[in-house]
Every structure is written in structure tokens, then in C-alpha cells.
């Protein structure tokens, strides 16, 4: 009896809390779209998100990018089509890689501290006394690091995706000898750019969107003790690395993505 | 909140770095057709396609002009394939279209041979001299009917 006592006690939990995302997703929505505009808070955030990511984002796009292509390489020659290396990393880098370890990365790097630092303004009543003096900590706190977090998700994938294109080039053509000119070519021809360019920006923008709204939420609702605060940013961790794996299965699914 | 010359910098060169990279992906790797006229179509049937697919090359002596817009099936069964070539093109209007294969068993592409007819195809023309692709397939087979029916005899 307990135990579906238990049961139905998380089956609510787990209900109230995504009603409670959707609802506070509904207030960011309507505090980016009403004044007044707080462009320089953007920026700042854009910064802390987007710019202090970008070595982390180059070095793993480089990296997998090289793996990719090493890879490919000993797959693809035992079938005497290592002319389409460029094809096989650039089609799995733009389709799926790239949007996906990006969001992954950038979860871990600035998703984490999204809610950590939310987290600790609650705990340390600094949106209480916010709330004090009438302004709405939504307006203020979360929504630019939301609408951030958005913006940089497709500018972050797509020069993922461009330094792991340059990996797969460096070792393709230079360590294992395959044709720069059939690298770019097979490249070329195989990358459309409405089913596939549009398509990885889309569910970069998809997932910027999920983990932007699940880091500020996650730090917004923490415990306000420390604890609370340290089990919030894993919680955005988890959640936001499951819902983007999930997500993904359903854009590409649904939209052929 | 103070402006901050650096940062703000700093989040500029990012912005403008990552919209380079969306920019490299769409008008490099993507190809992006910036619209206008640019392309012409040209229409030619086909007995057999042999697995042509849209977005297969279209050449002339091995350069490429253009490529496979899109495959339809028509009324009387045969293959219905629109080409875009560059429309600069100056194409009489008996020149050839022959599907072929890069290499024994390579993508197959659309190639035309250029005639000699003082008259040109215009925008949306058909292309009425073809050649089907050859299918390896059927040409084994007949080989082997021939040479059992060469042994019959």
C-alpha cells in the first residue's frame, strides 16, 4: 500500500513540477516580449554563457571531429569508399553531433552555473528582497539568462561543427591520405542546406530553448539551503542532458531532422 | 550595470564568429540557391533511371552545369526528370541526355551531349533525344541467356 502511496506521491510531483515549468516558461515568454528591454543584462549573460564556452566548444568540436574521421576512415576503406569521408563527417556533425554535444556541453558549463548562481540568490533571499522592492526576479534574473542561453545554443553549434569539420579535414587529407578534393566534393554534394544546415540550427535553437528554461527554473525552485542549491544544479544537469538526448529522438523522428 | 568595453567586445566577436560559422555551413557546405534566375529547367524522359536520385549531378563533358531537380513517374510509365542547368547555357535543341554511372557502380548523374541545331532549348523545354540508364543487372543477364542460347544451338 505504501509503496503505491510512494508511487502516486512521485507520479504528482513529477506532474506539478512540469506544470510548473510550462508556467514558468508562460511568465519568461511574456517578460521578453513586454518592456522594458534589458539589453545590457543580455549581454552579460551572453557572455558568461556563450563567450566563456567557446574554448571548450572548439577544442570538443576538434577533437570530435578528428575521432570522426579516423573512424569513418577505417570503416568506410574496408568497403573502398573512403572518397566519402567528407560526406559521412559532415552529414553526422551537422544532422546530429553538433546540436547535440553542444547542448550536452554546454549544460555542464553554463547550465550548471545558471543554476547554481540562481540558486544561491535564493538562498541568500536576494530575489526575496528583489520581490521587496516590486521588481519581478523573473524579469530580471531569469529571463535574459534564458533568452541568452537561446541565442548562443545555434551560434555555439555551428562553430562546433565548423571546427570538427576542420578535425575531420586535418586528419582525413592529412593523416590518412584521402583527396582534399574528393574530402570537400563528397562534402558538398552530400550536405543539403533546407534538410540539413536548417534543420541542425533548428534543434540547436530547440535545445538552447529546453536547457535555458530547465537551468533558470531548476535554480529559481532550489532549496534555499546549500544543499538545496547543490542538489538543484545536478538536477539541471540530469534533466536537461535526458531531456535533450529524448528531444532529439522526436525532432529527428518527426521532422526527418 | 556599467558598459564594459572589453566584454562587450569580446560578445561581439562571438556573435560575429558563430553567425561566420552559420554563414560558412549555408553558402559553403550547404549551398544555399540564392534565388532568381539564375537556373533553367529542362525537362527529359527516361525508359529507365536506374536509381537516379534528386540532387545527382548534371554535366557536360564532365563539368558540372547543374543538377537533378526533381523525379516523377508520367502518365505512359516513364521517368519524368526535371534538370536545373545554369541558365547561361546555350543549349541547341537536339542535344542528348544520357544518365550514366561515376564508376563501375558510382551515383549515377545525368550527362548531355551537346548538338549541333542552330535553334536552342528555352526555360522549361523538353529534352526529346535521351539515353536510359543501363542497368549491370539486365546486361549480365543477357549475357548468360545469350551464351545458354548459343549453347542450345
Keep these: 500500500m505504501n509503496a503505491i502511496r510512494d508511487l502516486?506521491?512521485?507520479?504528482?510531483?513529477?506532474?506539478?513540477?512540469?506544470?510548473?515549468?510550462?508556467?514558468?516558461?508562460?511568465?519568461?515568454?511574456?517578460?521578453?516580449?513586454?518592456?522594458?528591454?534589458?539589453?545590457?543584462?543580455?549581454?552579460?549573460?551572453?557572455?558568461?554563457?556563450?563567450?566563456?564556452?567557446?574554448?571548450?566548444?572548439?577544442?570538443?568540436?576538434?577533437?570530435?571531429?578528428?575521432?570522426?574521421?579516423?573512424?569513418?576512415?577505417?570503416?568506410?576503406?574496408?568497403?573502398?569508399?573512403?572518397?566519402?569521408?567528407?560526406?559521412?563527417?559532415?552529414?553526422?556533425l551537422i544532422r546530429e553531433l553538433g546540436p547535440v554535444l553542444t547542448a550536452l556541453l554546454a549544460t555542464g558549463r553554463a547550465g550548471s552555473a545558471t543554476t547554481a548562481e540562481i540558486g544561491t540568490m535564493v538562498a541568500t533571499e536576494q530575489l526575496d528582497a528583489l520581490r521587496m522592492m516590486s521588481v519581478d526576479p523573473i524579469d530580471l534574473v531569469a529571463t535574459p539568462r534564458a533568452l541568452a542561453m537561446t541565442a548562443a545554443m545555434p551560434l555555439l553549434s555551428a562553430l562546433f561543427i565548423v571546427c570538427g569539420l576542420f578535425g575531420g579535414y586535418l586528419v582525413g587529407v592529412g593523416l590518412m591520405g584521402v583527396d582534399p578534393g574528393s574530402y570537400m566534393s563528397s562534402l558538398r554534394s552530400a550536405v543539403d542546406f533546407r534538410d540539413d544546415v536548417l534543420g541542425s540550427l533548428l534543434k540547436a535553437l530547440i535545445f538552447g530553448v529546453l536547457v535555458g528554461l530547465i537551468a533558470t527554473y531548476r535554480g529559481h525552485t532550489a532549496v534555499p539551503t546549500s544543499a538545496g542549491v547543490g542538489a538543484a544544479t545536478t538536477s539541471t544537469v540530469v534533466v536537461a542532458s535526458v531531456s535533450v538526448l529524448i528531444f532529439d529522438y522526436f525532432i529527428t523522428a518527426l521532422w526527418g531532422v | 550595470m556599467s558598459r564594459a568595453p572589453v566584454r562587450d567586445l569580446l560578445v561581439g566577436l562571438f556573435v560575429l564568429a558563430g553567425l561566420g560559422a552559420v554563414a560558412y555551413l549555408s553558402l559553403s557546405v550547404g549551398r544555399v540557391s540564392y534565388g532568381g534566375p539564375r537556373h533553367m529547367a529542362l525537362y527529359a524522359d527516361f525508359d529507365e533511371t536506374g536509381g537516379l536520385k534528386p540532387r545527382a549531378q548534371v554535366v557536360i563533358a564532365g563539368v558540372k552545369v547543374g543538377q537533378v531537380a526533381s523525379i516523377t513517374l508520367d502518365q505512359s510509365y516513364r521517368a519524368h526528370v526535371r534538370v536545373d542547368v545554369d541558365a547561361a547555357l546555350k543549349l541547341p535543341i537536339d542535344t542528348t541526355a544520357s544518365i550514366m554511372t561515376a564508376g563501375l557502380l558510382g551515383d549515377r548523374y545525368v550527362s548531355l551531349q551537346v548538338g549541333g541545331n542552330d535553334k536552342l532549348l528555352q526555360p522549361g523545354d523538353q529534352i526529346t533525344m535521351t539515353e536510359s540508364a543501363v542497368v549491370l543487372e539486365r546486361v549480365i543477364g543477357k549475357l548468360i541467356y545469350g551464351a545458354d542460347r548459343g549453347k542450345s544451338q
Design chain 1, 8 to 92: 502516486g506521491w512521485a507520479a504528482v510531483r513529477f506532474v506539478a513540477d512540469l506544470g510548473g515549468l510550462a508556467r514558468f516558461g508562460a511568465q519568461i515568454g511574456r517578460a521578453a516580449l513586454s518592456p522594458p528591454v534589458r539589453a545590457r543584462l543580455f549581454v552579460d549573460e551572453l557572455f558568461k554563457l556563450g563567450v566563456l564556452s567557446l574554448v571548450i566548444i572548439c577544442v570538443c568540436g576538434l577533437a570530435v571531429g578528428m575521432v570522426l574521421s579516423l573512424q569513418g576512415y577505417t570503416t568506410l576503406v574496408r568497403f573502398g569508399a573512403e572518397q566519402s569521408l567528407g560526406a559521412v563527417v559532415g552529414l553526422s
